[in-house]
């Protein structure tokens, strides 16, 4: 079956501005998980939705943002872009039930680049 | 919220020999220990799950261990190949929140 899916690959934008990231989960898959990856301070848990509903939220200003659809599908944007917002952003998907252990497919990542 | 070691440095060996990489973590006791592999540009993917009951676990080349007293986590690759260089992150659960927290890696080299 296909992999989680994340578009754009990379983009680059300038201080101020914002953008709209993508990712499509494996089918099926109801948790989509939103991570922060940057050289100093490796994989950053931002959020993660379920059913449309953001269940669980890392620390990170309200600049960052998501959501869900009906079909799972996720979206994530950053708003008022920073120089340190550049960074890797990972989607990652699971089936996602309340029990048992959550084990992540991640998708090939965003590469944002913040001028 | 939890807090996790993995060697910063590389890991340099020979193609044919052991790797062995530490993951030592503080705080609570989690339910179970993720390893996944990071290659340059791409995501993590998932490796291998390692329960709180279990003291290892085995996959192919690949052998984890949890010793839940020492609150740490060996990852075994026998017979290294150079396709095995990668970075190694491993990975707890939160508490509180259904998250994991990941360690910051682990690069392996493995030389021809």
């Known amino acids: 079956k296909a992999g989680v899916t994340q578009t754009p690959r990379y983009l680059i934008k300038t201080r101020g501005q914002q953008v709209t990231l993508s990712c499509s989960p494996i089918?099926?898959?109801?948790?989509v998980s939103w991570y922060q990856q940057t050289p100093g301070q490796g994989l950053q848990f931002l959020f993660e939705y379920f059913s449309e509903t953001q269940r669980n939220k890392g620390n990170f200003p309200g600049r960052f943002s998501g959501r869900q659809f009906s079909n799972s599908r996720s979206e994530m944007n950053v708003s008022t872009l920073e120089l340190g917002d550049s960074a890797l952003y990972l989607c990652?998907?699971?089936?996602?039930?309340?029990?048992?252990?959550?084990?992540?497919?991640f998708g090939a990542g965003s590469r944002l680049t913040v001028l | 919220s939890q807090k996790i070691e993995q060697n910063s440095e590389a890991l340099n060996i020979q193609e044919g020999k052991t790797a062995t990489l530490t993951c030592n973590y503080t705080?609570?006791?989690?339910?179970?220990l993720q390893w996944y592999r990071q290659d340059p540009g791409r995501g993590p993917v998932f490796l291998l799950l390692i329960r709180e009951n279990e003291k290892e676990k085995r996959k192919e080349r690949l052998k984890v261990t949890f010793d839940t007293t020492l609150k740490q986590s060996l990852f075994h690759i026998t017979a290294s190949q150079p396709a095995d260089s990668a970075t190694y992150l491993c990975a707890l659960p939160d508490t509180g929140r259904r998250a994991l927290t990941f360690g910051s890696g682990t690069r392996l080299q493995v030389q021809p």
């Open positions: 089918s099926g898959h109801r948790s």
């Open positions: 990652a998907s699971s089936p996602g039930g309340s029990s048992g252990a959550n084990v992540l497919t």
């Open positions: 705080n609570y006791s989690p339910a179970y």
